[in-house]
């Protein structure tokens, strides 16, 4: 009697090339997005900004730039624009100045706990407002609430005041916490959101550039 053919799906064989297969195409992949995933989130360089080439983490000098968010037709969601430079505090940073302030900031934030109740970059708790655009929040511009309620004239000065003093500036009934910011790790802290600010972080927080401009239609 004639032998019957054996099944692919049944052969041992078969099931052990498929699986390396399978196996060295998924680690070719997993390489690939390794290293696309590296270049994505690379801090850029103060060259990179004079030159005017855009990178998803900017440099720390981007505290000396404009920073928008605008809707990219393109893309779908608001995308991060840097402009023209703008003094920071009174003054242009220096490559070395901004990272080490920025460093001041990150460790400020991470000592006071900020994340405890606010939201950083889609990481900690919803029971204060996000951060991760809070330097674009029309509530700092000139003529928003923020600038008025502290008499200062500049967006990251108010905020710094806010961040020294936030029981004499009340503004909503969860009122923010005085954690003994001083001015020093106050001004870090505002260099840290403003970099924050410029990254792209594909459209997050979601609709935020609409809710900009409705504040501001108002």
Not at 3 to 21: C, D
Not at 41 to 52: F, N, P
Not at 198 to 209: M, Y
Request: proline share 6%; with cysteine; charged share 20%.
């Amino acid at each position: 009697m004639a032998e019957q053919p054996k099944s692919v799906w049944r052969s041992i064989s078969f099931w052990r090339r498929s699986a390396a297969w399978v196996t060295g195409f998924a680690t070719i992949l997993l390489i690939w997005l390794t290293f696309d995933t590296m270049s994505q989130i690379t801090m850029g360089t103060d060259a990179d900004l004079q030159k005017g080439v855009t990178k998803r983490v900017p440099a720390p000098t981007v505290i000396n730039y404009h920073i928008d968010y605008k809707m990219s037709k393109k893309r779908g969601h608001e995308v991060p624009v840097i402009g023209k430079k703008e003094p920071f505090f009174g003054k242009e940073w220096s490559p070395k100045e901004a990272a080490a302030l920025l460093h001041l900031g990150k460790l400020t934030s991470q000592a006071k706990n900020c994340m405890n109740c606010h939201t950083l970059l889609g990481n900690g708790a919803y029971y204060a407002p996000d951060l991760t655009k809070a330097w674009l929040d029309p509530a700092w511009s000139k003529n928003g609430s923020m600038m008025a309620m502290t008499g200062k004239s500049t967006r990251e000065e108010a905020m710094a005041e806010f961040l020294q003093h936030p029981s004499k500036y009340p503004t909503h009934a969860r009122m923010m916490p005085n954690l003994g910011i001083t001015a020093e790790e106050a001004k870090g802290l505002v260099a840290f959101l403003k970099h924050m600010s410029s990254i792209d972080t594909n459209g997050f927080p979601r609709n935020f550039a609409k809710e900009e401009e409705s504040t501001n239609a108002h």
